[in-house]
């Protein structure tokens, strides 16, 4: 009865507008994550009086997990400290348990795992936060694949004053996800609808659109939001590596200048990925010499994992020369000294400095991470569609 | 290190497109929930060997916690039978503690508790389903309110083909949520794009779009997607029932007409709304009565709790007479036997008997529930802009 009796006091306040059914929710109980103003720190927070230990694991604390101390209430309780100014994401440990910290509904998902979002003010965070400037429009769109025969799902983000009817035309960046991402990652995991609002309100960012688009070539749309159904789990699907969907690009640029008000052309097309979606960015842009005037690869698998070799990834010098012979504007390559894929990022650029191909490099701190590229894209954005 | 080893195992796989940091996820133990074919019941699963107690509950359960049962494993387990048709929301309880199922990560937010979402195959279950039929695209958008004094959210919804480029003009339904919803509340919870999509492609329901605004009048978007920020907490805000959406309400219009390629006439508008939605929806028809064609009322909260009386909730009968001077092709009131406001709706009906205004009525079984609404919205749907 303890847990009901709140709810029908609740009710019982609101006869007329919230009859008892609509309203599973009251005011939440505990406040987690708090932000104490006197020290800049964050207390997180959970009640569980049965349990017998109670963790938190994030991207502050290195993925390890961290006890919390329980009072006399059953309530337990960790203050992390006052952390640098970034988004970051976390888990709650419940006896080992993996679960949400019930009292933060602000979450997001990667792959088949649901983390918990926590920005930590200052101007990181302010950055990765929805802030009072001019919004632009995120949308599911759908397109159909001939080459993939299907119709399959994109995320578009258009900028405030794209709908304001004075024909203005926009350049456009894709945007690839790396594997076990989907169309929602750049969106729901690397804020770019935040980063974008508020760097282009800044005036050092060209308004321009950012196509998301679902690089798992047997893929329909992110799970949850294809004809799989809801029994179906997200997982990582190395099938999903088949050089197809790289082959099909042209027809998403194709349909991007049909239906929006684009820049059509080399000088007003941008491409970038991370991990899988580099070695993506990397293979179209290759093999679409005149497509793209600015690249940039964000800790890319350079050598592809594919099922069936595909021509795509053929013959790299030769088109990499080919590609240099009407130089893009940009060529940016990203990747954190602890990632795994150095080795690889290493060999690409020796190649690429045997063949005199001019790109820009830059090594950051950390790892293969969510944090490095969503730094990598505010690296490159003031860069692009400069005149 | 029982944790960590899966992991380091999974990751040696895939030493080039999979490095250790990317990858958080693996293959998800347990299934859950799972669709047993043979005899079409379903099996919910949790692993928390230290749990004492772990309980289901969910719209299958009226709310009430079911107990599932512990194998030596420290699996728990139940199979909840073979339930109708239909979308449900459910949670878990581990020792009392309310969490999602970290089997399954689809998920729906209602205010500030998140639900686990299950969808049971069958004809109702597949209009709740993203299917293979031509999808349309959903997209948030943010318009200027000069009576609100700020930006705001909305949600778009365009149907398949809407971007063809063929000059054709869309009817447009105005979609209400209710107290504790956001522009969010009818795509996450209404399946909104999934219900129009499927009807759409069966012929019986028109091309239209769907615009759902924000319906709480001092607030810019959904919580999370405003600039109040995260560390906000999502809850029931009786102050923002203040009369002001529903007055700014012809602005809405006014930008969807500007903006999307609409039929800008009464025969082509519709409105409807749920609870606080169906009050706002019964004011805004009234106080603008050559806006819609089309009036649906969900069970809607009549008489308005406001924090300030305004002029537009006063006069009614004197308005109902206006508004059906030229009356409406539809005027729709839909109800539960067991809805808290099934009296106040009554009354309404009343009155309007007593002014001889036509209108359809629709009682069902249940009571303030989205399955109710979810329903109310496939039966009206193929009633909207026949000609």
């Known amino acids: ?39 800049s720190s964050i ?6 009086p049965e349990a017998a230990k109670v963790q938190i694991k994030g991207d502050f604390t290195n993925g390890l997990p961290v006890d919390m101390n329980k009072d006399a209430n059953g309530i337990w309780e960790l203050n992390i400290g006052k952390l640098p100014s970034d988004l970051y994401g976390y888990s709650v440990l419940v006896d080992g348990l993996q679960m949400l910290d019930p009292s933060n509904v602000y979450i997001m998902r990667d792959n088949n795992v649901l983390f918990n979002m926590l920005i930590v003010p200052g101007e990181r965070g302010r950055l990765f936060s929805t802030n009072n400037v001019p919004h632009g429009s ?57 980063i974008l609002d508020n760097m282009i309100a800044t005036g050092k960012v060209e308004p321009m ?13 992110a799970p949850g939001s294809n004809s799989d159904g809801l029994f179906v789990q997200p997982t990582s699907r190395l099938d999903y590596i088949t050089g197809a969907f790289e082959s099909s690009f042209p ?14 052309e080399k000088s007003g097309r941008a ?37 069936n070799q ?45 063949l005199g191909l001019p790109y820009t490099y830059y090594e950051s701190e950390g790892g ?10 505010t690296i490159i954005l003031p860069k692009l569609f400069k005149r």
Not at 151 to 162: F, I, N, S
Not at 334 to 346: F, H, P, S, T, V
């Open 1 to 39: 009865m303890k847990k009901i009796l709140p709810f029908f006091l609740f009710t019982s306040l609101l006869p007329i507008v919230a009859p008892a059914q609509q309203i599973p929710w009251g005011e939440m109980k505990l406040k987690s994550p708090e932000y104490n103003e006197p020290d």
């Open 43 to 48: 207390t997180l927070r959970l009640e569980a």
């Open 138 to 194: 995120v949308a599911n769109v759908w397109y159909h694949s001939d080459a993939l025969n299907m119709d399959r799902r994109m995320t578009v983000y258009t900028p405030a004053g794209y709908n304001s009817g004075n024909g203005k035309r926009y350049p456009v960046l894709y945007l690839l996800h790396g594997l076990g991402g989907d169309e929602e990652a750049w969106t729901e995991r690397g804020r770019v609808p935040q």
């Open 209 to 221: 659109i950012v196509v998301m688009p679902n690089g798992n070539s047997p893929q329909q749309a």
């Open 251 to 264: 027809e998403i640029v194709k349909f991007i200048d049909e239906n929006y008000s684009t820049v059509a």
């Open 271 to 307: 491409i970038a990925g991370l991990s899988m979606g580099g070695m993506h960015t990397r293979a179209i842009s290759l093999n679409n010499p005149e497509m793209f005037d600015y690249v940039a690869l964000f800790s890319a698998a350079i050598n592809p994992t594919l099922r």
């Open 310 to 354: 595909t021509e795509i990834y053929e013959n790299v010098p030769y088109k990499l020369k080919i590609q240099f012979n009407n130089a893009p504007k940009m060529y940016w390559i990203g990747i954190g000294r602890k990632d795994g894929l150095m080795e690889a990022n290493d060999k690409n650029r020796e190649l690429m400095d045997q």
């Open 368 to 377: 293969h991470s969510w944090t490095n590229w969503r730094d990598y894209l």
